[in-house]
């Protein structure tokens, strides 16, 4: 089989290797999709936080089963898609039900290899039913469930003014769930043809230029002087995220959804005066990935609407180096082995 490994920043290299024999415990999949992330382009460039080489990346998949492996409750050739936060089970926070944030997570593709190969072993108890979704989907509903984990971290409620900031993947699904939860989402970026495209995706009434001087009084007029009552930061950049401070209402939530590397500095009198919460959000949980596959489903949310290109496998090596580039106009890139 091949495999594509990130031997160190900027450095790809295909390898051969024997098909994996199934270990106790574990699946083996035939991959199948695999969506290329914020994460992964970080991890490539060399800016991937908690990162170390060589690396294979790649953690939103969709495979089937390998036949033979008699895994209860699953069939051979059964779809399927994977929980990528391997946690161990027994530390507080998994103890508490928060296995996303596990004191020794191991990320599929960041912190442990992941999918980028023709077959891939995961733990059985990772795996999650395609219920219907055509791999497309599939491959798509972990970054979905990123933004459904913020959400629901965020504690929305219905009519609240939701501020996202970035409007790449991550973004958008935080914005597509924000409007699922009944929020009245405001969605900001750098990018004009990311806002457009955004609202041809997801129908927003609210889009704001971060580069505009009058933002604060457009936010200010919005939302009828009160400011947002949530602030969402998808964009993992830290001047981004500084910025955003001044813009949450009295009362208000800041969720950090993006990761970077550096501290944070912000106004403390201003904070503390709005009683303000600042919180982040990691990852997601499983309860997260049925919802999500619950609203695809129900067609309240449309993964392929987020996908602008399709990758085979084989031309990888090549074109990954060009996927950040602005002029490409790349919002969600898969790659596919079939």
């Given at each position: 089989?091949?495999?594509l490994?990130?031997?160190?920043?900027?450095?790809?290299?295909f390898?051969?290797?024997?098909?994996?024999?199934?270990?106790?415990?574990?699946a083996?999949l035939?991959m199948?999709?695999v969506?290329?992330c914020?994460?992964?382009?970080?991890?490539?460039?060399?800016?991937?936080?908690?990162?170390?080489?060589?690396?294979?990346?790649?953690?939103?998949?969709?495979?089937?089963?390998v036949?033979n492996?008699?895994?209860?409750?699953?069939?051979d050739?059964e779809?399927?898609?994977i929980l990528?936060?391997?946690?161990?089970?027994?530390c507080?926070?998994?103890?508490?039900?928060?296995?996303?944030?596990?004191?020794?997570?191991?990320?599929c593709?960041v912190?442990?290899?992941g999918?980028m190969?023709?077959?891939f072993?995961v733990?059985i108890?990772?795996?999650?039913?395609?219920e219907g979704?055509?791999?497309?989907?599939?491959a798509?509903?972990?970054?979905?469930?990123?933004?459904a984990?913020?959400?629901?971290?965020?504690?929305?409620?219905?009519g609240?003014?939701?501020l996202?900031?970035g409007?790449?993947?991550i973004?958008?699904?935080t914005?597509?769930f924000?409007?699922i939860?009944?929020?009245?989402v405001?969605?900001?970026?750098?990018?004009?043809?990311?806002?457009r495209l955004?609202?041809?995706?997801?129908?927003l009434?609210?889009l704001?230029?971060s580069?505009?001087?009058d933002?604060?009084?457009?936010?200010r007029?919005?939302?009828?002087?009160?400011?947002?009552?949530?602030i969402?930061?998808?964009?993992?950049?830290?001047k981004?995220?500084?910025?955003?401070?001044?813009?949450?209402?009295?009362?208000?939530r800041?969720v950090?959804?993006?990761?970077?590397?550096?501290k944070?500095?912000?106004?403390?009198p201003?904070?503390?005066?709005?009683?303000a919460?600042?919180?982040?959000s990691?990852?997601?949980?499983r309860?997260?990935?049925?919802?999500?596959?619950?609203?695809?489903?129900?067609?309240?949310?449309s993964?392929n609407?987020?996908?602008?290109?399709?990758?085979?496998?084989?031309k990888?090596k090549?074109?990954?180096p060009?996927?950040?580039?602005?002029?490409?106009?790349?919002l969600?890139?898969?790659?596919?082995?079939d």
């Open positions: 089989m091949n495999i490994v990130c031997r160190s920043p900027r450095q790809f290299e390898i051969s290797a024997d098909m994996p024999v199934p270990k106790r415990d574990m083996l035939q199948s999709r969506g290329i914020g994460t992964d382009l970080h991890a490539f460039e060399g800016t991937q936080p908690f990162f170390e080489y060589p690396r294979i990346l790649g953690h939103e998949l969709a495979g089937v089963l036949s492996q008699d895994i209860p409750g699953y069939d050739n779809s399927v898609t990528p936060y391997f946690n161990c089970g027994s507080l926070p998994c103890l508490s039900g928060k296995e996303n944030c596990c004191e020794k997570l191991q990320v593709g912190h442990v290899d999918g190969r023709d077959f072993q733990p108890n990772s795996l999650i039913k395609a979704l055509t791999m497309d989907e599939l798509l509903v972990e970054p979905l469930s990123i933004g984990h913020a959400i629901r971290r965020a504690g929305i409620k219905r609240e003014f939701v996202i900031a409007a790449g993947p973004g958008m699904a914005a597509a924000a409007q939860a009944g929020a009245q405001i969605l900001m970026d750098v990018n004009a043809a990311r806002l955004a609202k041809s995706i997801l129908n009434k609210y704001l230029d580069r505009s001087r933002s604060f009084e457009q936010l007029e919005w939302t009828g002087g009160s400011m947002p009552q949530v969402m930061d998808a964009t993992g950049n830290l981004a995220i500084e910025s955003l401070f001044p813009y949450i209402a009295f009362g208000g800041f950090l959804v993006g990761l970077q590397k550096e944070i500095s912000f106004s403390h201003e904070f503390h005066k709005r009683e919460t600042l919180m982040s990691r990852n997601a949980t309860e997260d990935f049925s919802w999500v596959i619950q609203c695809i489903r129900q067609k309240l949310v993964p609407s987020f996908i602008t290109h399709r990758i085979p496998f084989a990888l090549d074109i990954f060009d996927l950040n580039k602005p002029e490409l106009g790349v969600k890139a898969v790659v596919e082995f």
